[in-house]
């Protein structure tokens, strides 16, 4: 029972930030009518009750900051940093092949500058580091931990893994004009999201952002402690990817255009090969080199 409990806890978290985004909406549709996007809205405040959920989960798991995989300061930041450098250097490769393959073409209608370049790149990379900030704390941090008390290793990686692509395609594009506003109004649009999950369009970018949650999930679990490499990683491949989609097209007449998916023109069939076998050779690596699963990093750096 608790570990059925277990799987169907994420969808409780997620009914539960559906009622009370609805709650905003609906109030925040009485007040502004069609001045305010209510999918925009919805969406947002979806994203933030999701946010919000990490405190009192952790709370009820019994779950500190250590036990999710934050470190003090310095060895977090020490961490973060060789996470960036992991994540750089683990997708810096196929966007080159892909640039060298012609499915990127540089985008010459913007302003190439070094100002303008430069400013690009700080605010894609502090936007980058928001994402991951949010993101990995509640997959890798307390949705894997959580998992890891009830099922196996292997089970909860691929648990959180799957949790973390499918959350990216629970989107729905209906409109609900202010007057037809009701206070469960949000649950239409999470049916509609859940369907849309269901658009066999999704399934190769799916199975890339599976892959991605699978390695930093073996990451993770191979070091516990070791959260900040994981939010540097995730940085890294979300900073990378924006700055690809902002200097490059997708082109479009590319004979090797399959290798990438219409999701961002980066995640595809050729991401999710490389990861996967990325995954691999980070495990045989630790087991040649006889590091435990249990990690070598402790709290206190």
Known sequence: MKRVFALVSPFLVLFLATL????????????FGDSVSFRTVFKKSTQFFLVLSIFPLMHWLKLNRFDI????????????AQGFGLGFITLFPVLTVIFALDVHLVDETKP???IWAGTKMGLELLLALLIAFVEEP????????GFSKHFSRITAIVASAFFYAALHFLNSNIEIPSQDVELWSGFILLRD??????NPHYLSPFFSLLAVGIFLGVLKTRTPGSLGICIGCHAAWVWQIKLS???????PDSSYLYLVSGYDGVIGPMV???LLLATVLLIQYRRINNVPPHGIINKHG
Do not use: D, E, H
């Open 138 to 145: 509640i997959f890798r941090g307390i949705l894997l931990t």
């Open 193 to 198: 999201a859940f369907a849309q999950m269901l």
């Open 20 to 31: 009370c985004a609805s709650a905003i909406v609906y109030s925040a549709a009485l007040v």
């Open 69 to 80: 995989g934050f470190l003090p300061r310095q060895p977090f930041l020490k961490q973060l």
């Open 272 to 274: 999710t090969v490389w």
């Open 245 to 251: 989609k902002l200097f490059f097209n997708v082109n």
């Open 112 to 114: 190439w500058t070094a």
